[in-house]
């Protein structure tokens, strides 16, 4: 008698592309960003890319850390049994986090970058997903079907920002000028495909009648660029751009 099994191992690994971000103009070949061999996830840059936040998994748990790009140092910033959730604001002051990143989880809590005290942003909140691009705020999902929301950095108030009746959204990303949302839907049968631009009004998004769908292929994780000219997003195992016009179509 014989036992046939597969054998696999994986790694998770940070890499930097360098890239002009307006034109989409590769200025060198990806390249491996940390050397050592634990993994890490969900990198986070402050805006002008010198700081980076990501989370560390090894055999002894968890832990929050950054690492200044120039000079290759870093710092823990929190240590955890268990795995964590972490955004920097876009002036790499502060550190949002979530103390686990179980759908019930709902609390945040800030904490300086350079280390230190950390205080609890709310109790009812959510996973956290970005900041707004003034720093002022934190967008979170919560809920089912999946929503997104908003939580003030300074008093605490709460605004939900985008949500669908029937459907989980996946992303909510902020245009660098706050006034447009870039969206897609969780996988579902009957869900919407692709990603959607939706204008955004005092923070909200407007209403489903007034998104722009971003063409017929399915994307994920979108980002702007610096400009707000255009869209990247992940498709296929690949990288993609899509120019936008003024009025944020697909150009």
Known sequence: WRIVFASTRSSIDLWSLPIDLITARLLGEPGRLIREAAPRTTPSFSADGGLLVYVLRTLDGYSVRTRILSAGTERTLVQSPVDVRARISPDGSTVAYNPSVTEKE??????PSSGGEARKLCDTCGLIYDWAPDGNKIVYRSGQPVRFSTVDVASGRQELILSHPKHSIH????????????????????????????????????????????????????????????????????????RLDSSKRPA
């Open 106 to 111: 709902s609390v945040i809590h800030l904490i």
């Open 171 to 242: 992303a909510a990303k902020y245009s660098p000028d706050g006034r447009w949302i870039a969206l897609h839907f969780a996988a579902a049968s009957n869900a919407p495909r692709g990603i959607f631009l939706a204008p955004a009004r005092d923070g909200k998004a407007a209403p489903e009648n007034e998104w722009i769908p971003l063409g017929e292929r399915s994307g994920v994780r979108p980002w702007w660029s610096p400009d707000g000219n255009a869209l990247y997003f992940t498709s296929q195992g690949s990288i993609w751009r899509q």
